[in-house]
């Protein structure tokens, strides 16, 4: 079983900056992909980030040039810098994996549980 453990939400000021991690952990082959989505009160999930497994990143024209995704690898951690946070960057963020798993075919998604982000003064 796979699960992924998000840390790293919380309130914060416009302008500011947080970085929410995400571990996987569990029996799996490889991580093809992990990125973040968020979604707000009202509205679809959308995507935030992602990064694939040899390093390449799609960003929302929303957040780019403010957040930056990252990955370790060796850790199956990926991570999200985001600064000069804005009152619409309010959501609750959700990790996503794709992965591989021996004896299956193709790639199964994955989703963490959600950690609130709130940019307010």
């Known amino acids: 079983q796979v699960q992924l453990e998000e840390s790293g939400g919380g309130l914060v000021q416009p302008g500011g900056s947080l970085r929410l991690s995400c571990a996987a952990s569990?029996?799996?082959?490889?991580?093809?992909?992990m990125g973040w989505y968020r979604q707000a009160p009202g509205k679809e999930r959308e995507l935030v980030a992602t990064a694939t497994s040899d390093g390449n990143t799609n960003y929302a024209d929303s957040v780019k040039g403010r957040f930056t995704i990252s990955r370790d690898n060796a850790k199956n951690t990926v991570y999200l810098e985001m600064n000069s946070l804005k009152p619409e960057d309010t959501a609750v963020y959700y990790c996503n994996a794709i992965m591989a798993h021996q004896y299956i075919t193709g790639f199964l998604t994955y989703w963490g549980q959600g950690t609130q982000v709130t940019v307010s003064s």
């Open positions: 569990g029996v799996f082959f490889s991580i093809n992909a």
